[in-house]
């Protein structure tokens, strides 16, 4: 089930009956060159996030947009890291409070080690560079809104990526 057919009352039948995780899909608005846009994250997020929970059936909320980016430019959107591992804890202890015992975290890996331990809960985090059939190939340069970002985005939806022109 995704968020734009999700109800509160199959919400809570989902959590009462099947026990399934909720997937929680987390981009960060920042630049992405001139040639993607700046949810960049949110939307490959969100799109495997939607992927992943109808192959099993399970559930993807709606994603979390602002989260830590440098703060070089201005579509960069920073949220000091404390800040958000509080904001993020509370949306998880919202789910924990009705029963919801698992999550899997689609982009950020660091910010969910003391809620297993304090709720008794399962949680999958993994960051989306980690998909890569090969990991060691990507090029550091390449991590940030190059060859495997710009794929991945045209899969998705190819009027998302620009063309640049450039001017001599």
Known sequence: MY???????????????????LIIPIGSVES???HLPIN???IIA????D???ERNKWISLPPITYAIAVPVRPGNVYVNPSIFRDYLRCILEHFISFGQRRFIIIMIVDACNDLCKKYDVQ??????SHIHREPSMIKASDKHA?????????AID???VKTLTYIK
Do not use: N, Q
């Not at 969100?46 to 996030?49: D, E, G, M, Q, V």
């Not at 949680?123 to 989306?128: G, L, P, S, T, W």
């Open 123 to 128: 949680i999958a985090a993994f960051h989306i």
């Open 32 to 34: 992405h060159g001139a």
């Open 51 to 53: 992927m992943v929970a």
């Open 46 to 49: 969100s799109y495997i996030a």
């Open 146 to 154: 190059g060859t495997w970002e710009i794929s991945i985005m045209m």
């Open 158 to 160: 190819y009027s998302l």
């Open 3 to 21: 968020p734009r057919d999700l109800t509160w009352i199959k919400l809570k039948e989902y959590i009462e009956c099947y026990r399934g995780p």
């Open 40 to 42: 960049t994250d949110t």
